[in-house]
Nanobody, 115 residues
Framework: QVQLVESGGGLVQPGGSLRLSCAASGNSFSIYAMGWYRQAPGKQRELVARIRNSDTTYYADSVKGRFTISRDFAKNTVYLQMNSLKPEDTGVYYC?????????WGQGTQVTVSS
C-alpha cells in the first residue's frame, strides 16, 4: 500500500505559476514511477506528466515546455512545477504512484486558472 498526499493547488491568473507537491508514504521504496493526472469538468482524467525511477520523463503535448516534473527520493516526494498557466489547465490534479502492477492515487488538489 502507498498513501499519497497532494498540496499546492489554488487559484492563479493566466500566465502565472504554481508548484504541486505529492508526498508518498507506506510502501514507497517499491514505487516504479510517479505522475500527475488532471481532470477538467466534464472530461476524462488525463496523464499530464510522469517520472520513472530512471528519471525518464513523459509530458502531455499540451504542457510540454511549461510544466516540469521532478522527484526527491530522499523525501519520497514528487513535484509538478507549472508555469505559463492557461485557463485550459484548470482541473483537479491527482498524484499517482505505480507499484507494479498497481497504481495508487491521491485525493486530488484543485487548480483554477482564471482572471
Amino acid at each position: 500500500q502507498v498513501q499519497l498526499v497532494e498540496s499546492g493547488g489554488g487559484l492563479v491568473q493566466p500566465g502565472g505559476s504554481l508548484r504541486l507537491s505529492c508526498a508518498a508514504s507506506g510502501n514507497s521504496f517499491s514505487i516504479y514511477a510517479m505522475g500527475w493526472y488532471r481532470q477538467a469538468p466534464g472530461k476524462q482524467r488525463e496523464l499530464v506528466a510522469r517520472i520513472r525511477n530512471s528519471d525518464t520523463t513523459y509530458y502531455a503535448d499540451s504542457v510540454k515546455g511549461r510544466f516540469t516534473i521532478s522527484r526527491d527520493f530522499a523525501k519520497n516526494t514528487v513535484y509538478l512545477q507549472m508555469n505559463s498557466l492557461k485557463p485550459e489547465d484548470t482541473g483537479v490534479y491527482y498524484c499517482s504512484a505505480i507499484v507494479l502492477p498497481t497504481e495508487y492515487w491521491g485525493q486530488g488538489t484543485q487548480v483554477t486558472v482564471s482572471s
